[in-house]
């Protein structure tokens, strides 16, 4: 659906949209409906893997890094509010004179957002609903200060950047997970939705392991990703983990799923990975992933596979292990990328 605030702006004369202005949108969601500004000339940057390719489906002008000039530049605001700020940076380069908008939720941080632009800049307009806020202003130099920094190093010396899933050093779930692999792991696996790459490195650590895909989403991590590894047994894959393809191929899969998209946790999420994971395996292959105690996983993992194991856990994440892919498993073909 399209943000209601902006069809709201746009429908209630609050906000124009000239035709043939030229609109950036960041980070749009990808059930976003851009008919309202079908008379501009859009262009969407998109960085999340999924949404980046329901755009491209729609015959939409998108890019993983916008760097046009633009009349209007939306942004929808992310959980993390040093990427908001970073994108809010990024706008005001883009728009350069023009306008940029600012549209999230209360959830989001769009109160707090709203006070501290309007410490800085006269906010033009602004309009609240459906539980958010959507504010705008005329661009010109005030936020650079805001802009996301490079990846750069942080605990250990992992490289990260402001925004990604776990920016700060490894998250908990994947430590235990690294100490709980059978160290006699070997051949070729993959990493699925290896973030930055902190599981990866460790994968090839292990004496028999001769290749590792590791596969991302999120276009900021698979950039530091790169930046962690050095090693020509690793490709690293910008995909979809739940569509990527390269269908009972892998040895093994080594994966800490994740469970939301939002803010709203959703198991869902985390079973389509376990039921892409059968589909990569080979008839023999075998899956290690990490879990919140709470995550109902063992289900998926019982249909999907044969022989069904925790292999370690505490009260706070479990560690479980599956064997032989059952030929049952549906096989959902993509083109790989």
């Given at each position: 659906?399209?943000?209601p605030r902006l069809t709201h702006a746009l429908d209630t004369g609050a906000f124009e949209a000239p035709d043939g202005a030229r609109v950036v949108l960041l980070e749009p969601a990808a059930d976003a409906d851009l008919s309202p500004l079908d008379k501009c000339d859009i262009t969407v940057q998109q960085t999340f893997k999924p949404a980046f390719d329901v755009f491209e489906a729609q015959n939409v002008h998108v890019t993983e890094d916008a760097d046009t000039t633009a009349d209007i530049v939306h942004v929808t605001l992310p959980r993390s509010r040093d990427l908001a700020r970073g994108l809010i940076a990024k706008a005001e380069q883009l728009a350069a004179g023009g306008t940029v908008m600012v549209d999230g939720a209360k959830t989001d941080g769009a109160d707090a957002m709203l006070k501290a632009i309007k410490s800085?800049?006269?906010v033009a307009g602004q309009v609240s609903k459906a539980h958010g806020k959507l504010f705008w202003f005329v661009a010109n130099d005030s936020f650079q200060d805001w802009a996301l920094p490079a990846p750069g190093p942080v605990t250990d010396g992992w490289i990260t950047q402001p925004g990604v899933f776990s920016a700060d050093g490894p998250d908990a779930g994947s430590v235990s997970l690294v100490d709980a692999v059978p160290k006699n792991l070997k051949g070729t696996g993959a990493d699925l939705g290896g973030g930055w790459g902190y599981l990866t490195k460790h994968l090839l650590n292990l004496p028999g392991v001769t290749h590792v895909d590791l596969v991302?989403?999120?276009k900021r991590a698979l950039t530091c990703a790169a930046l962690n590894i050095d090693d020509p047994r690793t490709s690293l894959h910008w995909a979809d983990a739940t569509t990527w393809d390269a269908a009972g191929s892998l040895d093994w899969v080594v994966m800490n799923p994740p469970f939301h998209t939002s803010r709203t946790p959703d198991a869902k999420l985390g079973q389509a990975f376990i039921q892409s994971a059968a589909r990569l395996?080979?008839?023999?292959?075998q899956v290690i992933l990490v879990a919140n105690r709470h995550l109902p996983y063992e289900t998926t993992l019982a249909a999907c596979f044969v022989h069904v194991q925790e292999l370690d856990g505490d009260s706070r994440f479990?560690?479980?292990h599956a064997q032989?892919?059952?030929?049952?498993?549906?096989?959902?073909?993509?083109?790989?990328?």
């Open positions: 659906m399209a943000s800085r800049v006269e991302e989403a999120d395996l080979k008839p023999k292959g479990k560690i479980l032989q892919p059952k030929p049952s498993t549906p096989v959902r073909r993509t083109r790989r990328r």
